[in-house]
């Protein structure tokens, strides 16, 4: 009985915890977008067109990667667990928020570059891998 009640405890505490955080991050992604819609004029008065293309694309990729921990929540929800493919998702969109950055800010050499690419094409590989042997599919 009391096994019951601490796990009926649990849940409902999971279930507190998980819904706090997905308000949160909808309301940081709704701050985002509206902030990003705001200083969508930086782009014209910045001295040149690449730093304000910077950060425009600093934002859409940082709020590209709130919108799938949204949707990881969402699937928690949903299924009961979280998958693999959309945690590589994750990975993925913030490996190129990363290397996308640091082009912008031209600190990648060539190796840099090469070694970073080949992290974004085996998160890339994994994910295809995730989804092909999912465990929903049958062999």
């Not at 601490?6 to 849940?11: K, Q, V």
């Not at 309301?27 to 782009?43: A, C, D, K, N, Q």
């Not at 667990?81 to 060539?110: D, K, P, Q």
């Amino acid at each position: 009985m009391t096994q019951a009640l601490l796990l009926n405890l649990y849940r409902r505490a999971t279930r507190l915890v998980f819904n706090l955080v997905l308000v949160t991050l909808l309301l940081g992604l709704f701050v985002g977008v509206g902030r990003s819609f705001l200083e969508l004029g930086l782009t014209f008065t910045e001295p040149t067109v690449r730093l304000g293309l910077k950060d425009l694309v600093t934002n859409t990729l940082s709020l590209i990667i709130v919108l799938e921990l949204v949707r990881v929540f969402v699937d928690y929800f949903e299924f009961e667990r979280v998958r693999l493919e959309v945690l590589l998702e994750i990975g993925v969109a913030l490996a190129l928020r990363e290397l996308l950055l640091l082009l912008f800010a031209e600190e990648l050499s060539g190796l840099d570059l090469f070694l970073r690419t080949l992290g974004i094409l085996a998160l890339v590989a994994g994910r295809t891998l995730a989804v092909q042997f999912s465990p929903r599919r049958s062999p």
